[in-house]
């Protein structure tokens, strides 16, 4: 049976991560980037898809955390023989990905257990292996992970393992080690050496956020610090997730790869950075932004990979059975393709962002803003896919023509515009804002809907004022925000749409119970709004990670874990609720 999600802690080395059980098992590593091929997916499948146990052979109380604000992960076991400690890491990438693993004994005589189970290929292909006199080595193709350990390790079937015995004050370091098949074998490293300066990386990047600034600062911090392992150090692109195919329906189809860069999260991952006082990776992201674009706006995607490159092809791994039984397991994504019409306005609104936050902007940024200002003109009337990326009917979905409005309106800001072109933008931008408050209205509901002349809900609503199309107390979208509280509530968090009731609902989406929050701030609400932020804050888990959604019924998280937009939504809440902000809307 699968783990809960939440039983996962997350470590990583600025180019790829890992999820770390409760029971000390990884059961989650691509190598060596984020979108490589897994070769640890027990998360997806069983222990024979791939897992390195770390742990004592009998069971007992397990306590873990982050060592202060790191991404230092902690686990003490405790049981009637003794007590120990697995301190898990990944050391800033340097030439290559380690995962570090030291393990002390603090009291008593523990039975412990190693067993590692590399499977490459997404839980397929088991290495070659052999033992070697400091750990083993394990060759696949392109791939060569080495291991080394302080205690003697056996090759039985595909398996390293090793069994030892740890008394109080004694000590065992184990390094995992990926490298190119054909390279030099680089030199063993430090264990300690490695701890100390994996600690002091992360102490000192989290230094820069001044704590005194908001009423939640452990959370904020561990938001940040999620966040910033999900950050690629030499792209500066920002995945989603680190996973795929965790499912946002119980045994459903609905299962994506969320190890990507979309645009739809531009302006959110720029402005929590620039609010929380990191201007360089909101200006790495700015410029990744930039690069992924290239010079052709109208070939623009929705998401790239997080070097920039464009190619996402959708497949599935039939191989894997799926978290508890939801397939297909999917990599790639489909949905890359599809024509949303909102990108344009999320980049164009993302790059004014930087410019108000004194990002200065560079001639490739005044030609794109340019270039995409005059392909929005085009065609912002089209229909398209929306911001969930339905798969069904493209549709002129209601947010989608909100951010055409944002598109002109940000242009119209900044950009430099001869007379001309600015009466041509300023029409436009007000052609957009009639229709939407014509179409995207219902007036027999008293509600804006999902879509033009639809009946459907749809919590992305609740972005409008959050982007400055309307206030959030006009009337028309204080009675939508009202009533999304009302319908598309669910134990006190917000869906995205309503539930359907036959059986493939997804649980409540976290990131809109935050924008809730947003709006209710914005109408002087904040007693509300700080409750709506502390129910999502709620359902973190013991080491303070949140996924997408939540299921209220089941009391989980569900989902791709951890999830960037949740955090991000966290960041910019509690930011917002605890003194001036930089907002998107322009105040």
Same mark, same amino acid.
């Given at each position: 049976?699968?783990?809960?999600?939440?039983?996962?802690?997350?470590?990583?080395?600025?180019?790829?991560?890992?999820?770390?059980?409760?029971?000390?098992?990884?059961?989650?590593?691509?190598?060596?980037?984020?979108?490589?091929?897994?070769?640890?997916?027990?998360?997806?499948?069983?222990?024979?898809?791939?897992?390195?146990?770390?742990?004592?052979? %009998?069971?007992?109380?397990?306590?873990?955390?982050?060592?202060?604000?790191?991404?230092?992960?902690?686990?003490?076991?405790?049981?009637?023989?003794?007590?120990?400690?697995?301190?898990?890491?990944?050391?800033?990438?340097?030439?290559?990905?380690?995962?570090?693993?030291?393990?002390?004994?603090?009291?008593?005589?523990?039975?412990?257990?190693?067993?590692?189970?590399?499977?490459?290929?997404?839980?397929?292909?088991?290495?070659?292996?052999?033992?070697?006199?400091?750990?083993?080595?394990?060759?696949?193709?392109?791939?060569?992970?080495?291991?080394?350990?302080?205690?003697?390790?056996?090759?039985?079937?595909?398996?390293?393992?090793?069994?030892?015995?740890?008394?109080?004050?004694?000590?065992?370091?184990?390094?995992?080690?990926?490298?190119?098949?054909?390279?030099? %074998?680089?030199?063993?490293?430090?264990?300690?050496?490695?701890?100390?300066?994996?600690?002091?990386?992360?102490?000192?990047?989290?230094?820069?956020?001044?704590?005194?600034?908001?009423?939640?600062?452990?959370?904020?911090?561990?938001?940040?610090?999620?966040?910033?392992?999900?950050?690629?150090?030499?792209?500066?692109?920002?995945?989603?997730?680190?996973?795929?195919?965790?499912?946002?329906?119980?045994?459903?189809?609905?299962?994506?790869?969320?190890?990507?860069?979309?645009?739809?999260?531009?302006?959110?991952?720029?402005?929590?950075?620039?609010?929380?006082?990191?201007?360089?990776?909101?200006?790495?992201?700015?410029?990744?932004?930039?690069?992924?674009?290239?010079?052709?706006?109208?070939?623009?995607?929705?998401?790239?990979?997080?070097?920039?490159?464009?190619?996402?092809?959708?497949?599935?791994?039939?191989?894997?059975?799926?978290?508890?039984?939801?397939?297909?397991?999917?990599?790639?994504?489909?949905?890359?393709?599809?024509?949303?019409?909102?990108?344009?306005?999320?980049?164009?609104?993302?790059?004014?962002?930087?410019?108000?936050?004194?990002?200065?902007?560079?001639?490739?940024?005044?030609?794109?803003?340019?270039?995409?200002?005059?392909?929005?003109?085009?065609?912002?009337?089209?229909?398209?896919?929306?911001?969930?990326?339905?798969?069904?009917?493209?549709?002129?979905?209601?947010?989608?023509?909100?951010?055409?409005?944002?598109?002109?309106?940000?242009?119209?800001?900044?950009?430099?515009?001869?007379?001309?072109?600015?009466?041509?933008?300023?029409?436009?931008?007000?052609?957009?804002?009639?229709?939407?408050?014509?179409?995207?209205?219902?007036?027999?509901?008293?509600?804006?809907?999902?879509?033009?002349?639809?009946?459907?809900?749809?919590?992305?609503?609740?972005?409008?004022?959050?982007?400055?199309?309307?206030?959030?107390?006009?009337?028309?979208?204080?009675?939508?925000?009202?009533?999304?509280?009302?319908?598309?509530?669910?134990?006190?968090?917000?869906?995205?749409?309503?539930?359907?009731?036959?059986?493939?609902?997804?649980?409540?989406?976290?990131?809109?119970?935050?924008?809730?929050?947003?709006?209710?701030?914005?109408?002087?609400?904040?007693?509300?709004?700080?409750?709506?932020? %502390?129910?999502?804050?709620?359902?973190?888990?013991?080491?303070?990670?949140?996924?997408?959604?939540?299921?209220?019924?089941?009391?989980?998280?569900?989902?791709?874990?951890?999830?960037?937009?949740?955090?991000?939504?966290?960041?910019?809440?509690?930011?917002?609720?605890?003194?001036?902000?930089?907002?998107?809307?322009?105040?």
């Amino acid at each position: 049976m699968s783990k809960p999600i939440e039983s996962y802690a997350l470590i990583g080395d600025g180019q790829t991560a890992a999820l770390v059980a409760r029971d000390g098992s990884i059961d989650w590593l691509c190598w060596p980037d984020f979108d490589s091929d897994a070769c640890l997916s027990a998360l997806l499948g069983d222990d024979e898809n791939g897992r390195w146990l770390l742990a004592p052979t %009998e069971a007992g109380e397990v306590r873990r955390r982050y060592r202060g604000d790191t991404l230092v992960l902690e686990t003490e076991f405790r049981g009637d023989a003794g007590a120990v400690r697995v301190t898990d890491f990944m050391p800033i990438r340097g030439h290559h990905s380690i995962v570090v693993r030291i393990v002390e004994g603090l009291s008593g005589a523990v039975a412990m257990d190693c067993d590692l189970r590399l499977r490459f290929d997404y839980g397929a292909l088991p290495p070659w292996c052999e033992a070697r006199e400091d750990g083993a080595i394990a060759t696949v193709g392109q791939h060569r992970v080495i291991l080394r350990a302080s205690v003697p390790v056996t090759v039985r079937d595909g398996t390293l393992a090793a069994g030892f015995t740890l008394r109080e004050g004694e000590r065992h370091a184990f390094t995992l080690t990926c490298t190119a098949s054909w390279d030099t %074998e680089p030199e063993p490293i430090d264990a300690q050496a490695a701890l100390d300066g994996t600690l002091a990386h992360w102490e000192c990047w989290i230094g820069r956020f001044d704590a005194s600034r908001t009423q939640w600062p452990g959370a904020v911090k561990r938001s940040l610090l999620t966040l910033k392992a999900m950050v690629h150090q030499r792209s500066g692109g920002l995945i989603a997730a680190p996973t795929t195919s965790l499912p946002e329906a119980p045994a459903g189809a609905m299962n994506w790869d969320y190890r990507y860069s979309w645009l739809r999260d531009a302006t959110f991952t720029l402005g929590a950075f620039l609010n929380a006082g990191f201007t360089d990776e909101a200006t790495a992201w700015r410029d990744w932004l930039l690069r992924a674009i290239a010079g052709a706006p109208d070939k623009m995607r929705i998401m790239y990979r997080v070097d920039g490159s464009r190619h996402l092809d959708e497949w599935t791994v039939d191989a894997l059975p799926g978290y508890r039984e939801a397939r297909p397991v999917r990599i790639g994504n489909a949905a890359s393709t599809q024509v949303q019409i909102d990108v344009y306005g999320e980049v164009l609104d993302t790059l004014a962002l930087a410019r108000r936050a004194g990002i200065p902007a560079s001639a490739h940024q005044e030609a794109m803003e340019a270039r995409i200002v005059a392909h929005l003109e085009e065609v912002w009337y089209r229909r398209g896919s929306g911001v969930w990326e339905s798969r069904g009917q493209p549709r002129q979905y209601t947010y989608s023509k909100a951010m055409c409005w944002v598109g002109f309106d940000r242009a119209l800001a900044h950009a430099r515009l001869d007379a001309e072109t600015r009466g041509r933008l300023e029409a436009l931008r007000e052609r957009v804002r009639t229709e939407v408050c014509r179409d995207g209205w219902n007036e027999g509901l008293g509600t804006f809907t999902q879509s033009y002349g639809s009946h459907a809900l749809d919590a992305s609503l609740l972005l409008l004022p959050l982007v400055g199309f309307l206030p959030a107390d006009d009337p028309r979208m204080a009675a939508t925000i009202a009533r999304i509280g009302t319908e598309l509530d669910q134990g006190g968090f917000i869906r995205r749409t309503r539930a359907t009731g036959d059986g493939s609902d997804e649980g409540a989406f976290l990131p809109c119970s935050l924008w809730m929050a947003d709006c209710l701030r914005l109408q002087g609400r904040k007693d509300e709004a700080a409750a709506y932020l %502390e129910r999502v804050l709620g359902v973190a888990n013991d080491v303070g990670l949140l996924s997408e959604e939540y299921d209220v019924p089941g009391k989980a998280l569900t989902g791709n874990y951890p999830q960037a937009l949740t955090h991000l939504a966290v960041v910019n809440t509690a930011l917002g609720l605890s003194g001036p902000v930089l907002n998107r809307g322009g105040g």
